[in-house]
């Protein structure tokens, strides 16, 4: 129960920033974002429904085993974490609140460069917490596309 209290405590933390995250796109799903020119390959909004919570638990388990490995360099790798999961919650106030995709697409540039840096990090503790990363690494590149093309075709 000892090293499970950390993970599930990143795990609620991560959907904590998901829940703020949908709370500031709300308003703007329904009015501004419908309006814009998007990618062909643009997914329903399912898929982010379901992507999403994937997405946030494996960043929360795999935060709470860098928490319970307490090496050199969990600090810092925590820090990475919490840099990271601010700049997803960034990415939603830059692109939904503000309806400034010129400035998000800045914002997740700044978000992947981050992940890369915790996942190389988390690498040289364990590198199941690396790889726990991968598909939020990939959804990032995804993501990267479909805000480019809203920049440059609205």
Do not use: D
Not at 6 to 32: K, R
Not at 132 to 139: E, K, R, S
């Amino acid at each position: 129960m000892k090293r499970f209290l950390p993970i599930l405590s990143f795990v609620v933390i991560s959907f904590a920033v998901g829940y703020l995250s949908s709370m500031i796109q709300g308003p703007s799903m329904q009015e501004w974002y419908p309006s814009l020119v998007k990618s062909p390959l643009n997914p329903p909004g399912i898929v982010f429904a379901i992507v999403w919570p994937v997405l946030y638990l494996l960043m929360g388990i795999s935060a709470g085993i860098i928490w319970n490995m307490r090496s050199i360099y969990t600090w810092l790798t925590i820090f990475l974490f919490f840099v990271q999961l601010g700049l997803n919650l960034l990415w939603s106030v830059t692109f939904f609140g503000m309806q400034a995709p010129v400035v998000a697409l800045v914002v997740l540039t700044l978000l992947f460069v981050a992940v890369l840096m915790y996942m190389a990090i988390a690498y040289m503790q364990r590198h199941l917490v690396a790889y726990l990363n991968i598909p939020y690494l990939l959804w990032l590149l995804f993501a990267l596309y479909l805000n480019g093309f809203v920049v440059l075709y609205n």
